[in-house]
């Protein structure tokens, strides 16, 4: 019987310590992508002369909190997302967007198909937050946004927080094609953005 107590417990306390380190783990991550996304979206609002009249697509949009903030400074906005988070996303902007005469609409974009079969207006402007974060994804992230900024007209900007060696190595791929310069930090949330623009 005092077996049976005793198995009992500590079941119940393993799946609590459980439980307990997974909400942790979820929090971290949620806090941590939405401040990328946050000091993106600030950085726009300090310079609202980037995005107020442009068009502008934001990649691997999430919630599409960066995007929907260019859209509010007056940009025309696409935010893209891969097909399976199109759902969040559009449920996303549709409630947030509820009363405003923001231009900004959702599309299935997802970085491993040729971008041939999309078609979107010549861009401005160019945002990500946070998609520096998969290795496998780097040469489709890559090969999107060199035909997405097909002249130096366009500006890419991508905010990330480094996190390991391999983020730096994308800054590096892009380099091959662009002027890659870190234009802002946020030294209190690690967080970083980069301008991207072609060469010509
Ligand atoms: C770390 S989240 C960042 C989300 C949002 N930008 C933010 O900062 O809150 C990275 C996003 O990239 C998207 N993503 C990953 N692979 C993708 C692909 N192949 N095509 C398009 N989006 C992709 C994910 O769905 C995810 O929403």
Redesign the pocket.
Known sequence: MVTVVVVIVVVVVVVVVVVVLVVVAVIIVVVV??A??IV?AEYLVQNKALVEGKNVL??????G??GMVAAALGGRVTV???E??MTHLMASVAHNTINKAWEISAKA????HSLEEYDFPALDLVI????I??EE?FQ??LR?IVSLAKSKSTLVLL?CKIRYDRDLYFLDLLKDHFNVEEVFYDRDRDIKIFSVIRFS
């Open positions: 992508m939405s990328v996304a993106l934001e990649l691997g949009a999430g919630t909190l960066t893209t997302e891969r399976e988070a974009l997802d970085w491993t990500g937050a946070d998609i974060y998969i994804t489709d992230l999107t905010s």
